[in-house]
């Protein structure tokens, strides 16, 4: 019983990995190139990839770190090796 519920689990895991892997070619085959440059380095300006979020208005602030995390996201599925990207998303990296 314990053998097989290992079993199952690793297959999750492995489906949860081939998942992640493979939305990661995604953003890198759509972010790549060109045009992708010019839409990447808006998204960095608008998003604020290279600047302090803060704000003393609490919801102003709030707007602009939702967007940093969309910065982030992408960013990560650019730039991150799998294994690390892997490592996020199963909570052993923040």
């Known amino acids: ?5 290992r079993q199952a689990l690793t297959e999750v895991i492995e ?7 493979r939305r990661q070619y995604v953003y ?8 992708a440059d010019e839409v990447l380095r808006d998204l960095a300006r608008f998003c ?3 600047q302090s979020t803060f704000h003393v208005d609490d919801r102003a602030h ?3 770190e939702g967007r940093r995390e969309v910065w982030l996201r992408i ?4 730039n991150l090796p ?3 990207l ?3 998303y199963d909570g052993r990296e923040g």
């Open 1 to 5: 019983m314990y053998d097989a519920s």
């Open 15 to 21: 489906q949860a990995k081939r998942w992640l892997f």
């Open 28 to 35: 890198q085959t759509t972010f790549r190139g060109p045009l």
């Open 48 to 50: 604020r990839a290279n």
């Open 62 to 64: 709030a707007m602009a």
């Open 75 to 78: 960013a990560n599925h650019l």
């Open 82 to 84: 799998p294994d690390r």
């Open 86 to 88: 892997w490592a996020i």
